[in-house]
């Protein structure tokens, strides 16, 4: 089941030239974004109301959409403007339109009740404007379940085997990592603070360290500002602060991870690697092609799990004590599940 009445990452701002189109399905739903000649970004349902064509076929031009099969043209509202032949414009011409907002080079989509979009509730992402951060927009599509990627991204203890050639260092480093989750209803915050240890080869690239560093991990979840996570990592040479927020000797890497249901086993995976590393040395470019080798072994993984999930979709998941952000995670979705769920009905 999803969750309807959260603002869900629906392309990058890029994606979009005026007079362009492209169709997407979120949330199991057809759906075409286009943009205007005036630059206006609208999300319809992707049907024709004539004779079911996808308008996503179609193109824009001006200011609507016109469907390719008789030439039906619909405004960014959803509302049947013209239907070439005739004057009148039955009602039912309509199409479903979604609430779209655009912030920090993002497209959002509202997939639920439009009375309960607001614009203002959307997590901000202001690396991706400020000229002293690089960064790198990816999209992916994963074969697997959305909140396996959430669980992916909550449990960073998988680092250790699934990143080992790349950002992973010692195992034992990050299962005895100093471990904190903080939940309040709303929000899941993990922190992970490994001092004096080992720096991956990608941190010695990007942060010239030249011994043993202090190491940290930062993921934040709060899906009522947008199915998005942020984790914030780097590391400082050992004691100069780096748990005490004087991170200006270091090096931080962002990842910015949209998450976004396409259908039950599949999702469209929206994220973008930023990082404070000079750009004049090169390294910030040299550090995307590598991390996002390490993304795509995420995603070979999440596949394997999907695969496996869907040949015994009887048999449950065991918990183990790695599973404390992932866990409250679920619980905080299935929170808003039900808040959806018609009175007296099981969400």
């Known amino acids: 089941m999803f969750v309807r009445n959260m603002w869900y990452v629906a392309a990058f701002s890029a994606d979009l030239k005026p007079g362009q189109c492209m169709g997407r399905r979120i949330l199991n739903e057809p759906v075409v974004l286009f943009r205007t000649a005036s630059g206006q970004v609208a999300a319809l349902f992707d049907r024709c109301s004539h004779r079911a064509m996808p308008l996503s076929e179609g193109h824009v031009d001006g200011e609507i959409l016109r469907c390719p099969y008789h030439g039906v043209e619909f405004g960014g509202?959803?509302?049947?403007t013209r239907i070439p032949g005739q004057?009148?414009?039955?009602?039912?011409?309509d199409v479903r339109s979604y609430p779209v907002h655009e912030k920090d080079e993002f497209i959002w989509i509202w997939m639920g009740d439009p009375e309960k979009a607001d614009p203002s509730q959307i997590?901000?992402?202001?690396?991706?404007?400020?000229p002293a951060w690089s960064w790198?927009?990816?999209?992916?599509?994963?074969?697997?379940?959305?909140?396996?990627?959430?669980?992916?991204?909550?449990?960073?203890?998988?680092?250790?085997?699934?990143?080992?050639?790349?950002?992973?260092?010692?195992?034992?480093?990050?299962?005895s990592a100093d471990v904190t989750v903080d939940y309040d209803g709303r929000k899941v915050t993990l922190l992970r603070k490994m001092p004096n240890s080992v720096p991956p080869k990608t941190y010695v690239l990007a942060g010239g360290f030249k011994g043993n560093v202090d190491r940290w991990q930062q993921v934040e979840y709060e899906p009522a500002t947008g199915n998005i996570l942020r984790v914030n990592a780097g590391a400082?040479?050992?004691?100069?602060?780096?748990?005490?927020?004087?991170?200006?000797?270091?090096?931080?890497?962002?990842?910015i991870h949209g998450v976004t249901p396409e259908t039950e086993t599949s999702t469209h995976y929206i994220w973008t690697i930023c990082t404070n590393a000079p750009?004049?040395?090169g390294v910030p470019d040299v550090l995307f092609d590598q991390f996002?080798?390490?993304?795509?072994?995420?995603?070979?993984?999440?596949?394997?799990?999907?695969?496996?999930?869907?040949?015994?979709?009887?048999?449950?998941?065991?918990?183990?004590?790695?599973?404390?952000?992932?866990?409250?995670?679920?619980?905080?979705?299935?929170?808003?599940?039900?808040?959806?769920?018609?009175?007296?009905?099981?969400?």
Request: charged letters at 25%; hydrophobic letters at 40%.
């Open 136 to 175: 790198r927009p990816y999209y992916m599509h994963v074969e697997a379940n959305w909140q396996l990627l959430v669980d992916n991204i909550l449990d960073l203890t998988h680092v250790a085997y699934i990143h080992a050639n790349t950002i992973g260092g010692n195992p034992e480093t990050h299962f």
């Open 236 to 255: 400082c040479d050992v004691g100069t602060g780096a748990y005490e927020g004087r991170r200006d000797n270091g090096f931080v890497l962002l990842n």
């Open 87 to 93: 004057a009148r414009i039955p009602p039912a011409a």
């Open 292 to 347: 996002y080798a390490t993304i795509c072994e995420d995603e070979v993984a999440l596949e394997a799990q999907q695969r496996r999930i869907n040949d015994t979709p009887d048999m449950r998941f065991v918990g183990i004590a790695s599973d404390g952000a992932v866990n409250r995670a679920r619980l905080l979705v299935d929170a808003m599940r039900q808040a959806e769920a018609p009175e007296g009905a099981a969400a």
């Open 279 to 281: 750009k004049e040395s």
């Open 77 to 80: 509202s959803g509302r049947c």
């Open 123 to 130: 997590i901000g992402n202001p690396e991706h404007g400020d």
